[in-house]
């Protein structure tokens, strides 16, 4: 099949167009690059030995998204294009819901225009909310979200609902993400965060290689084993590999479906720490500070309705997470800055 990848052009993106194309399935991006880089993709070539044609274009535009699509007649969309940042969407809480929402309906609009009939979105576990408890089941409500980013996510899978709902020829997949981790094991492509990063293996990375000082623990005092809060990791490849098999999935089932996507077992804070360690070779700086607002204590997926339905499982281990995340980092300390084009980009240090 041929697949739109929007904002594929980002961390997980990347890693999602190598499995797709590995899988069989021909690929385009269309990125704004507006948290990415085209240096990115042309690993993703690299790696497969595929061209892979790419599209600078903000998919709130209808008018580019309509000539890419109509151009293009893809198969399936697979919508990843959307902010990320929960405290920066806590601060721009308009911008957040403009741009995740509007990217989304324009593409859909897009699609019942050009007569596509399948859109894989990346949705998250944070649409749990505060109320359910854990393991995840795709069945739970959604819960009320800590932030806006987290709503996003929520009122976009309603959203997509409601299409599939009217429309008996869509084919909707809404994947659950838990928090992934980890690069493809190349070391060519990882995650590069702008700035200081906000979530946990960036730090942790960039604290390895020397470009932070020392890694804050969010709180010490929950009523976990060692204190600190416990997550879902997922490798990246893993989450890829889901994508894989959603796209063949929706070809196949009307109607719409969501899927967790984690691998159904909980590591704290310093369980990710010492794992770390031990891939690095060396002991991580750290230190306990306060509790984060909005942080919930244990998150974690009942990954079994993926395993049953779409014969996916997770099979990359906490140290494998821990070797490819280091890989990445090590090989690229500045992150995609350190390749020829992007090299006057200036790092953002603390
Ligand atoms: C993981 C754990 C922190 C940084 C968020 C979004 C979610 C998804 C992934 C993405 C927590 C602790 C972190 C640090 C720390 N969205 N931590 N020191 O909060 O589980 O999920 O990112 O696009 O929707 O909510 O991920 O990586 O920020 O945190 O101690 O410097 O690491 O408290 O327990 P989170 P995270």
């Not at 800055?337 to 200036?346: F, I, L, R, V």
């Amino acid at each position: 099949m041929k697949i739109m990848l929007a904002g594929g052009a980002g961390y997980i993106g990347t890693h999602t167009a190598i499995a797709l194309i590995e899988a069989g399935h021909e690929v385009f991006v269309v990125d704004n690059f507006s948290n990415s880089c085209r240096e990115a993709v042309r690993r993703v070539e690299k790696i497969t030995g595929s061209e892979v044609r790419l599209y600078e274009a903000d998919c709130c535009d209808y008018m580019s998204v309509r000539m890419i699509m109509s151009k293009e007649k893809p198969d399936s969309v697979v919508q990843m294009a959307g902010y990320k940042a929960v405290g920066e969407s806590v601060a721009k809480p308009i911008s957040y819901y403009r741009n995740n929402l509007d990217s989304t309906l324009t593409i859909l609009e897009v699609m019942a225009e050009c007569g596509v009939k399948s859109i894989v979105f990346s949705s998250s576990a944070t649409v749990y909310g505060e109320d359910n408890p854990v393991p995840y089941t795709e069945d739970m409500p959604r819960g009320r979200c800590s932030n806006p980013y987290g709503w996003t996510k929520s009122m976009i899978e309603q959203i997509l609902e409601d299409a599939a709902a009217a429309d008996p020829s869509l084919s909707v997949v809404l994947l659950r993400y838990f928090n992934p981790v980890g690069a493809h094991e190349s070391g060519l492509i990882g995650e590069d965060p702008q700035g200081i990063p906000n979530n946990l293996m960036p730090y942790i990375t960039q604290v390895a290689v020397g470009r932070r000082d020392k890694l804050t623990v969010f709180g010490g005092d929950y009523d976990t084993p060692d204190g600190t809060c416990r997550r879902d990791y997922i490798h990246v490849m893993d989450l890829a590999d889901g994508h894989a098999r959603a796209v063949d999935y929706a070809a196949a089932h009307k109607g719409s479906a969501i899927f967790n996507l984690g691998t159904g077992i909980p590591y704290s804070v310093l369980d990710m720490v010492n794992a770390f360690s031990d891939a690095c070779g060396h002991p991580l700086n750290y230190v306990i500070g306060d509790r984060r607002a909005g942080d919930l204590q244990d998150c974690w997926a009942d990954a079994e309705k993926a395993g049953r339905i779409l014969g996916w499982k997770a099979t990359r281990g906490i140290a494998e997470m821990c070797r490819d995340s280091w890989n990445w980092q090590r090989n690229n300390p500045k992150g995609y800055a350190d390749s020829e084009e992007d090299s006057d980009e200036e790092d953002d240090e603390e």
